[in-house]
Each structure stands twice: as structure tokens, then as C-alpha cells.
């Protein structure tokens, strides 16, 4: 083929939507299933050892054995991945967890066999995650990574939300939480399935090999501390996304506090109160491409914590603005659809929330994905995650007591405060690298 065909033929295909590739659609096949069956299993887990020992303490213990393990060996899993091959990785972490959710269906009435089963799961998770991410750039071209990017992470906190909103609970109330583990096996099956789909594909848009070398565990990390140290646009990136990923933590944990003390309704009306945070999340996802035409990456997330924070400072007001409407003799509104004014409010300053945390992680990771080597790819992803989980622990465990000494209201604006410092963090450092290098 010439190379006037060959450069219209790549345009052609980066024009088409990554759903309609069917090796991108595997891996997409992969996670979404994977993550319905994991976080399904997190969240009925949670109710058999509610049943079982009526202490939130036990809960919290079962939160942390899904941690910990991540801050034990999440770079040791990542060097793995690397070794092994990405479609490997997540096959065999999808056979492991389908097997541990078997045995879920046969001893979840014993604590014990909960933690172990469950530090399994954690486990092998740190093997799947890392391998889906790193895998991406091998499918996609550079052009199209932001928007791969943005329907992973979509795909992310809607597998979440509905696992553990909707799946979960609508089967343990119509099959039981029996079944519930049954339906993740499959599921966790089928996700292994996909995988090996993958692999059988073998084509790959890197230049590079995809399976590392086998050079020890210690080469491997001064390979990754060489590429830390040089770069500190891949160290902010890793910033970035794990101040994503313990925001939707720590929402998750105050979501329900918030309904319960700030709009003095049941917390199990949270999915259609926050149901526009969604919608925002998907506008914003759609926008990234727009915005990627006018701003680095860098600056689209740095827009994204302002927002986010402005829109956090918002809902900790609700309260506040409602009196004034309330008081306004030009404006009284009253309620809105047979809605109180608390909640309108709080879902017209949920829109844009979601919209503006759009802009935070897709940008960070493509950066990642820019600037690690396809043969370490593995290891930063797993690094990332690593980090992500240990900026999270300390928040997840505080966060309970803060917002009991202070109140929800004053836990949004101190998240919102630490995000704007993070933006200004960024904006200097973004600054700074723009400058020409003094000789």
C-alpha cells in the first residue's frame, strides 16, 4: 500500500467510534464485567458481615483488607504484569477471583473465610487494574487516547455504581446473596474469557515489546525510580489521578451523612438525588476532545479542581441559599416538582460537579500513557495505584471523626480547599516548565 493510502486508511479508522474495534471492545468487555462482579461482591460482603457482626468495625476492617494489600505489593504486581504479558495478567486475575467467588457461595458464613477470601480478591485486582490501563495505548492511537481514556474512566464509576447501587442489591433481595456470588463467577468467567479474546488478537500499535525482560525485581524498580525522577510531569499526572480516585472514595462515605444531616432525607434516595452528577460526568467526557484543542492537559485538570472545588463549596451552602430563597420576597420558591428546595439545589450543584471531575482523571492518565515506556507501562499503573490507595488511607480513616467534630458542610469546603491548593500547585508547575531553560 502507498503511504498516501496508508496515512487516509489510519485516518479512516481513528475517525471510527473505539467501541465499533473489536480488540478495543474486548478489552472494554473485560473491565465493565469485571468491575460489575467485583464491586458486587464488595458490597454484599459488606452486608453478610453486617448480619453476621452488627459493628461497623468489622466493615471497616473488611474496607481495609481491600486496601492494604495494593501499599503491600501494588508495585511488586506491576513489574508482574510487565513480565507476563497485559491480556495474561487479566485473565488470570478474573479465573482467580471467579474461583474465590465459588468459594464465597460455600463459607461466607464464616468471618474468617470473608477477610481471606476478600484480601484475594484485593489481590488479584492488583493485576488486573494495572494491566487494563497499561494495555490501552498498545490498541488505540496516540490521537485517540483521551478519548479511550475518558470511556475507561466512565466506564470505571459506572461499573461501580451500579454493582454495588443496583446489581447487588436488586439480586440479594430476589435470588439471594447465595447467588449473588454465582452470578460473579460468571461474570469474573466471562471477563476471563474476553481476555484471552484479546490475546489471541497479538496486534499491537507499539514499536516496543510488550513483555519486558527478565531483569530482577531491582533493576526493574530503578527503571521506574529513573523515569520518577526525571519526569516530574508523570509525578503530578500520578498526583492527579490519585486525588481522583480517593475523591470518589471519600464522596461514596459522606454521600450518606450528607443526605442524612444536610437534607434530612434517607441516604437510600442518593442515586436519584446525585443522578445528575452523572449526566455532568458524561458531558464532560464528551467535552475533552473540544477542550484538548484549546488547552494542554495539564490545564483541562487543573480547570477540573477548580470546579470541582467551587462546586463542593456550593453544596456545603445549600442550606444557606435555601433561607435566602426562602427569605426573598421576589423569591419564594417553595418546592420544585413536588421536590424540597434543599434537594433542587443540590442536584442543579451536582451536575457540574460531575462535569468538572470529568475533566481530572482522563487528561492525567493520558499523560501517563504519553510518557511511560510500553515496557514499564505495567509498573507505573501498578505504582499509581499503589500511591493512589496510600493518599487514600489516612482521609478514609479520618474522615468519619472530622466530619463528626465538624460537620458535613465544613468536610466539603477543607476537600475543596485541598483542591484548590493542588491546582495552584500544578498551575506553578506548569508555569515553570513553559519558561526556556536558563543556560
Same mark, same amino acid.
Given at each position: ?6 496515512? %487516509? ?15 478495543? !471492545? ?37 474496607? !481495609? ?25 487479566? %485473565? ?7 474461583? +474465590? ?9 464464616? !468471618?474468617?473465610?470473608?477477610? +481471606? ?6 489481590? %488479584? ?25 475518558? #470511556? ?19 439480586? #440479594? ?20 474469557? $474476553? ?24 533493576? $526493574? !524498580? ?14 503530578? %499526572? ?17 454521600? &450518606? ?13 442518593? +442515586?436519584?438525588?446525585?443522578? &445528575? ?50 427569605? $426573598? ?10 421536590? $424540597? ?21 482522563? &487528561? ?32 478514609l480513616l479520618l474522615v468519619g471523626g472530622i466530619t463528626d467534630l465538624v460537620g458535613v458542610s465544613w468536610v466539603l469546603v477543607l476537600i475543596a480547599l485541598t483542591l484548590l491548593t493542588v491546582a495552584a500547585f500544578s498551575l506553578r508547575h506548569t508555569r515553570l516548565a513553559a519558561r526556556p531553560h536558563q543556560e
Amino acid at each position: 500500500m502507498r503511504r498516501g493510502d496508508q496515512g %487516509a486508511a489510519m485516518a479512516m479508522h481513528a475517525a471510527r467510534p473505539l467501541l465499533h474495534d473489536t480488540r478495543f !471492545l474486548a478489552l472494554w468487555l473485560t473491565q465493565v464485567l469485571s468491575q460489575l462482579a467485583q464491586y458486587a461482591v464488595l458490597f454484599t460482603l459488606l452486608v453478610v458481615v453486617v448480619k453476621l457482626t452488627g459493628s461497623s468495625t468489622y466493615t471497616s476492617l473488611l474496607i !481495609l483488607s481491600f486496601i492494604v494489600p495494593s501499599l503491600i505489593f501494588g508495585m511488586l504486581a506491576g513489574i508482574l504484569v510487565d513480565r507476563w504479558g497485559k491480556e495474561r495478567s487479566m %485473565a488470570f486475575a478474573s479465573i482467580l477471583r471467579a474461583a +474465590a467467588s465459588i468459594l464465597l457461595f460455600f463459607f461466607h458464613d464464616t !468471618l474468617w473465610a470473608i477477610y +481471606a477470601l476478600n484480601l484475594v480478591f484485593a489481590g %488479584a485486582s492488583q493485576f488486573f487494574n494495572p494491566a487494563v490501563v497499561a494495555l490501552i495505548p498498545t490498541l488505540v492511537e496516540r490521537e485517540r487516547l483521551m478519548a479511550a481514556n475518558s #470511556i475507561y474512566n466512565f466506564t470505571v464509576t459506572g461499573s461501580q455504581f451500579f454493582g454495588m447501587v443496583f446489581l447487588a442489591p436488586t439480586l #440479594i433481595k430476589t435470588a439471594g446473596q447465595d447467588w449473588m456470588f454465582v452470578a460473579a463467577a460468571f461474570l469474573f468467567a466471562l471477563s476471563a474469557g $474476553s481476555a484471552y479474546y484479546l490475546q489471541k488478537k497479538e496486534h499491537r500499535l507499539d514499536t516496543e515489546t510488550e513483555i519486558a525482560p527478565l531483569s530482577s525485581i531491582g533493576d $526493574s !524498580l530503578r527503571q521506574l525510580w529513573q523515569l520518577l525522577r526525571s519526569d516530574s510531569a508523570t509525578i503530578l %499526572a500520578m498526583l492527579h489521578l490519585s486525588l481522583g480516585s480517593t475523591l470518589v472514595l471519600l464522596f461514596v462515605i459522606i454521600m &450518606p451523612l450528607y443526605m442524612n444531616d444536610i437534607l434530612d432525607i434517607p441516604p437510600d434516595n442518593a +442515586a436519584f438525588v446525585f443522578a &445528575p452528577t452523572g449526566l455532568g460526568a458524561l458531558l464532560g467526557l464528551r467535552s475533552l476532545g473540544w477542550l484538548g484543542r484549546r488547552w494542554n492537559k495539564t490545564q483541562i485538570v487543573i480547570a477540573g479542581l477548580i470546579g470541582l472545588a467551587a462546586s463542593l463549596v456550593a453544596l456545603s451552602l445549600v442550606d444557606q441559599l435555601a433561607d435566602l430563597l426562602r427569605g $426573598s420576597e421576589s423569591l419564594n420558591p417553595g418546592r420544585f416538582a413536588g421536590l $424540597s428546595l434543599l434537594v433542587t439545589l443540590t442536584m442543579a450543584f451536582s451536575f457540574p460537579m460531575g462535569f468538572f471531575f470529568a475533566l481530572l482523571s482522563a &487528561p492525567a492518565q493520558t499523560i501517563l500513557h504519553e510518557r511511560a515506556p510500553a515496557e514499564i507501562r505495567g509498573r507505573v499503573f501498578g505504582s499509581q495505584i499503589a500511591a493512589a490507595n496510600a493518599v487514600s488511607l489516612l482521609p478514609l480513616l479520618l474522615v468519619g471523626g472530622i466530619t463528626d467534630l465538624v460537620g458535613v458542610s465544613w468536610v466539603l469546603v477543607l476537600i475543596a480547599l485541598t483542591l484548590l491548593t493542588v491546582a495552584a500547585f500544578s498551575l506553578r508547575h506548569t508555569r515553570l516548565a513553559a519558561r526556556p531553560h536558563q543556560e
